[in-house]
């Protein structure tokens, strides 16, 4: 066998025997790319019937939302690792999905006769492959991509990477000579408690190091395996990623989560001296310049064909807005202090961002999105809330009104949006039920592959049991009233308890408890997406 054959082989029995859980990936999902290609300019292809190609898939994971919410698209996963894919195919099956398909084989061995696609997703692959078969990745995504297709390549990125590296060669060092990836795990954990408590003051990077062995630690065994622990973990700097793209005739569109690279989300200090060092800089180097600025370690890069490119912007168009479809997730927080000024709102992100305004116009925006969730609704509808809150200012003034207030929730990872309205209703049912497959997913009691939501959002599976009795009978045939019954029938008799650990079999308003619990349980589920 050839080199990058055996690297191949030892990639592949890596994760047959430590497999990874196949979860999706929210910033990969086609939506997200067709959206954020859009506010550069770029017109990706439809979703309906879009024919998508995963390299990398693991067990399908990533591509299950997508199949789930798409019928009569068409899907293609491949992976190396033989296990992961026969695992994926039974979770498949077991849906009842046939609009995708899992294949165990090499990208190296996909050929332009095997098909266009107008996405195609490589999320946690390009870093980990030989350099050669990096070059087979790219020479796919120009062979395969259709005429305006979007691929979206995740890679790690220097100078982020560089502390991450140095722990990352002590533990391929401190786990020489393992023969199994239990016993390699083994020596890891060891080697970081060392990096963790025994590394010197006169470190210079002493205090990243540590930080980065704690974090470490944390992380289950197949995160650490096959981040740190692979043959080959190979970061780069974004402009050597976009030269390699620019070999193969294809152009850098933008990063999957374009606030990620706006200057001014990393305070103004950064922006004010990003502006002064990279002025005069072709795009390319002048984000090249913040990577080095906060220290980026990842990327999630949008490529469209060379000659789509000449259209495209370099920074996102708020205007193409006012095509999209929105939600944000937001919580309403409690007020910064007591003397906090009358009218005044807080609203608090899941990613701890917050935000504080007293703007009526935005109020209303905000609210009316936080509380569609998971629903989305049409900038149309925002003209008709901001407006009243707006006046005497014209068409033109209101919608640049509207841009700002939501590029603000894009900028603190709130926003989401989309072209087209997501598959969900702002309301609970009269007769819920779960989205697609979930319910057979859950069911398989497999753990190769992740539960998710239509926003192609990951979620942990619910353990209360109350939750998992009502979702046992979201079927859409069960009105409110039946499932608050059964939850009163399953109470009296003592097969649940309430939330509190006492039993209420006895209490005399157990029909008010059960309807307070059911209203609980499906609010929850509401928030998770998981309602259909």
């Known amino acids: 066998m050839t080199e990058p054959d055996l690297l191949n082989q030892a990639i592949s029995n890596a994760y047959d025997e430590t497999p990874y859980v196949s979860n999706a990936i929210s910033h990969s999902a086609p939506g997200q790319l067709r959206a954020v290609a859009h506010l550069f300019g770029h017109a990706a292809p439809p979703l309906n019937q879009a024919r998508v190609l995963e390299i990398g898939c693991a067990a399908g994971g990533n591509l299950l939302p997508f199949a789930a919410a798409h019928p009569d698209a068409k899907i293609v996963g491949v992976d190396l690792s033989s296990a992961q894919v026969s695992e994926g195919r039974q979770v498949i099956e077991r849906l009842g999905l046939r609009n995708i398909e899992l294949l165990a084989m090499s990208l190296t061995d996909i050929t332009p006769d095997f098909g266009q696609f107008d996405y195609i997703i490589t999320h946690g692959v390009y870093s980990w492959i030989p350099a050669e078969v990096r070059e087979g990745l790219m020479r796919v995504c120009r062979e395969n991509l259709a005429p305006a297709g979007v691929a979206y390549i995740s890679y ?23 023969s199994t990836s239990a016993e390699k795990l083994t020596k890891a954990r060891e080697i970081l408690s060392m990096l963790e408590h025994g590394t010197a003051e006169s470190n210079a990077q002493a205090i990243a190091i540590r930080h980065l062995a704690q974090h470490l630690r944390s992380q289950p065994n197949h995160y650490l395996q096959h981040e740190y622990l692979e043959a080959v973990n190979s970061p780069c700097y974004f402009l050597e990623f976009v030269a390699q793209a620019q070999q193969h005739r294809l152009a850098y569109l933008a990063d999957a989560m374009p606030e990620t690279s706006i200057s001014t989300n990393y305070g103004n200090h950064v922006a004010a001296h990003h502006q ?13 310049f913040l990577d080095i600025a906060i220290g980026r370690q990842f990327r999630r890069s949008l490529l469209v064909h060379a000659d789509q490119a000449a259209n495209a912007l370099e920074q996102p168009e708020a205007s193409g807005f006012a095509d999209m479809h929105f939600t944000a997730l937001l919580d309403l927080a409690p007020p910064d202090a007591a003397d906090s000024p009358p009218g005044e709102h807080r609203y608090q992100g899941r990613t701890g961002k917050t935000l504080t305004t007293s703007d009526p116009g935005l109020i209303a925006l905000v609210d009316r999105l936080r509380l569609a969730w998971p629903a989305t609704v049409p900038f149309s509808e925002l003209r008709s809330l901001v407006r009243p809150h707006a006046t005497g200012l014209s068409e033109e003034e209101l919608d640049t009104t509207i841009y700002v207030h939501l590029v603000t929730l894009l900028n603190m990872g709130a926003l989401q949006y989309r072209l087209e309205p997501a598959p969900y209703q702002d309301r609970i049912s009269a007769k819920p039920r779960l989205i697609p497959g979930l319910a057979s997913l859950l069911a398989t009691q497999q753990t190769q592959v992740g ?23 979201l079927d859409g045939k069960q009105t409110l009233v039946a499932l608050r019954n ?27 408890i059960a309807q307070d619990l059911l209203k609980q349980v499906l609010a929850n589920l509401q928030k998770m997406a998981v309602l259909h």
């Not at 002064?276 to 984000?287: C, H, L, P």
């Not at 059964?486 to 008010?512: C, E, F, I, M, Y």
């Open 156 to 178: 790690n990125t220097y100078p982020g990477w560089k502390v991450s590296e140095v722990v990352r060669d002590a533990l391929v060092l401190g786990t020489f000579g393992a």
């Open 451 to 473: 539960a998710y939501n239509l926003w192609h959002q990951t979620l942990n599976p619910p353990t209360d049991e109350i939750i998992k009795f009502v979702m046992d009978r």
């Open 276 to 288: 002064q060092v990279s002025q005069g800089f072709d795009r390319a180097v002048r984000e090249q």
């Open 486 to 512: 059964q939850l009163r029938t399953a109470l009296a008799a003592n097969k649940l308890r309430h939330p509190s650990g006492q039993s209420v079999k006895n209490a005399t308003n157990l029909d008010a």
